[in-house]
Nanobody
Framework: QVHLVESGGGLVQTGGSLRLSCAVPGRTFNSYGWFRQAPGKNREFLGRISGVGGTTLYADSMKGRLTLTKDNAEDTAYLQMNSLKPEDTAVYYC??????????????WGQGTQVTVSS
């Protein structure tokens, strides 16, 4: 059983920043992916970071605003997003254990954390 613990969501003002964390204590996975889903929209890939080495891949729409990092000592991945806009309002998810293939091919998903950007 793999239990991902997400935290850091909440209400943010336009132009502000958010930092989300995704902890899987005691486990290191090949990849940690980040996604979001806004009401009425499909789930959107934001980026991913490798578990070892910290190699990152960002969605084109996120380049320049998104930074993914990982603290290996804490087995925790982080998402930092800047210059937030109301359209960034969504439930944000992390996922681990990438199967390969499509960008959302992960075996384990967090519970999601709500981020609301006020205008």
């Amino acid at each position: 059983q793999v239990h991902l613990v997400e935290s850091g969501g909440g209400l943010v003002q336009t132009g502000g920043s958010l930092r989300l964390s995704c902890a899987v204590p005691g486990r290191t996975f090949n990849s940690y992916g980040w996604f979001r889903q806004a009401p009425g929209k499909n789930r959107e890939f934001l980026g991913r970071i490798s578990g070892v080495g910290g190699t990152t891949l960002y969605a084109d729409s996120m380049k320049g605003r998104l930074t993914l990092t990982k603290d290996n000592a804490e087995d925790t991945a982080y998402l930092q997003m800047n210059s937030l806009k109301p359209e960034d309002t969504a439930v944000y998810y992390c996922a681990v254990d990438f199967r390969g293939g499509s960008r959302d091919a992960y075996n384990y998903w967090g519970q999601g954390t709500q981020v609301t950007v006020s205008s």
